[in-house]
């Protein structure tokens, strides 16, 4: 059994981030996984290059700071020529319109003028980081869960039309924190881009800051300690951020909690003492420039040794070589 799953750096690593994906990960991992920085990712609208850089090196200390065995880390574009030859392969049985009802495209792409072009065929760089690796598992948020379906079915086009060499991969949503809203707007999803970062803690966050944000999170007038997700998203959205950091249920928790303001000091204390360590452990790694640079080098050569077998065969079989 392989876990696989990636991290854009598109922006700070933040709360949803943590708690629907990056902390499961640390949790659960067998010695096949592999965990990832998607830089080439982050390019699909402007970017400015020396941001992506450095995010992309606070992105991996971050990975490495929550628990993720250095063995099993690695930076998509140090295999750049693998992932784009897999992607180009697998945009070949892929369909326009399969490419334009991604909910992604649709949302980011909506007013726009000057969509790059990437962000319409990203979700399938995202297929070929799933399939080059023969990945069975792919621990998500529930905003990706439309790309691993897509995964799903190219890997059975590709395998039926000319032969069988991918893996089809599984989603996996968390229990609870699948889907964090903005503190501030609780309609929306909490979200690294977000222009106003009142409603997003920053996993790299201190923690009087992460306090006032929390504090201030968005409820509603109704007094009432229920979870009910539609009724009440902002009351919601606070208790499961408790239960992913206390691993009890939303709905038990709100049994227990008796007003809003001590639902609130739960939350902060309970967010606070989980990235405490995170906090301390990424600022001694990002400054740690020789030994980032190592483990860097070294997940990208273990990552090219299992990719490439993969990707040899799909090629063949493509007709190519
Ligand atoms: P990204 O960087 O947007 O998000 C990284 C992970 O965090 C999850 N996530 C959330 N979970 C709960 N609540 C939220 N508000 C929230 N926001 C984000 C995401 O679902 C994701 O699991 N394209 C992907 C990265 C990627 C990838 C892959 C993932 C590239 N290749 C291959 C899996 C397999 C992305 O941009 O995730």
């Known amino acids: 059994m392989t876990s696989l799953s990636g991290i854009t750096p598109s922006g700070h690593v933040q709360l949803g981030n943590y708690l629907g994906a990056v902390a499961r990960w640390a949790r659960a991992t067998t010695p096949d996984d592999l965990y990832f920085v998607s830089d080439l990712h982050a390019m699909t609208s402007a970017h400015n290059p020396a941001k992506l850089r450095a995010l992309t090196r606070e992105t991996l200390a971050i990975l490495l700071a929550v628990g993720i065995d250095p063995d099993l880390v690695f930076v998509q574009s140090d295999l750049l020529a693998e992932h784009a030859s897999m992607t180009w392969v697998l945009e070949c049985v892929c369909t326009f319109g399969e490419a334009r009802r991604m909910i992604q495209f649709k949302e980011k792409s909506q007013g726009q003028s000057g969509v790059r072009l990437s962000l319409l065929t990203y979700p399938v760089l995202m297929v070929a980081d799933i399939l080059l690796y023969g990945a069975d ?7 990706q869960a439309q790309h691993v379906e897509l995964a799903r079915t190219l890997a059975k086009r590709f395998n039926t039309q000319y032969g069988e060499v991918f893996v089809v991969p599984e989603l996996v949503l968390p229990p609870a924190a699948a889907r964090i809203r903005d503190l501030a707007d609780p309609t929306r999803k909490m979200a690294k881009s977000a222009r106003n970062s009142a409603g997003v803690v920053f996993v790299l966050d201190p923690p ?3 306090q006032r944000k929390i504090g201030r999170a968005v409820t509603d007038g109704l007094g009432r300690l229920a979870y009910d997700p539609d ?22 928790l709100a049994e227990q909690v008796k007003d809003y303001a001590s639902l609130k000091s739960a939350v902060a204390e309970a967010v606070i003492e989980e990235l405490r360590d995170v906090r301390k452990r990424t600022v001694e790694l990002i400054d740690d420039r020789t030994e980032l640079d190592r483990i860097r080098a070294a997940g990208a050569r273990r990552a090219r040794e299992r990719a490439r077998p993969r990707l040899n065969g799909a090629l063949r079989m493509a007709g190519l070589g």
Not at 238 to 252: H, N, R, V, W, Y
């Open 208 to 210: 009087d800051l992460i």
């Open 137 to 143: 598992k792919v621990p998500v948020g529930a905003d």
């Open 231 to 252: 009724g009440q998203p902002g009351v919601a959205n606070l208790l499961e951020i408790l239960a992913a950091c206390t691993g009890e249920s939303p709905a038990d």
